[in-house]
């Protein structure tokens, strides 16, 4: 008689906060995404750099959102990954637009450090990265 073996259930990453940041993640990536390609679309050789890292925000502002809903250990742990990338790139992008203004003749979703979005590309992937290595040791703790 063979025995089925049971999958451990996916850890959610999606209750409680991760519920909001599933939630900002979403509009991040309705922005990010509809303002790269409206600009790539229509004036692409004004600022390609800009446009294109806003594009690139809106691909990872997308598969951070995947990983939280998809939820289980590996979801997280890319998802951790991607959050730290996301906010090296913010602070990168940040920094690089303030000490060089003009490689940058438009606005990025993360110029001066999100600051066209009320700071919040700067503030989502900190609070995710807390909310994630909570989920982490939650797991771990086994609550």
Partial sequence: MATTQ???AKTRLISGPGMLLVWLYGVMVVGAVSRSVFQIATDFDRAPLAYS???VAGVVYGFITYSLVRGGETARRA???CC???LAGVLTVGT???VDPSAFPDA???SD???GYIFI???LPVSALYWLRKARARQTDGA
């Fill in 79 to 81: 998802a951790l990954v």
């Fill in 6 to 8: 049971e999958k451990p």
């Fill in 84 to 86: 730290a990338a996301e």
């Fill in 113 to 115: 450090y999100g600051m």
């Fill in 96 to 98: 690089w637009t303030l």
């Fill in 121 to 123: 590309p700067v503030l």
């Fill in 108 to 110: 990025t979703v993360w």
């Fill in 53 to 55: 890292l806003s594009a």
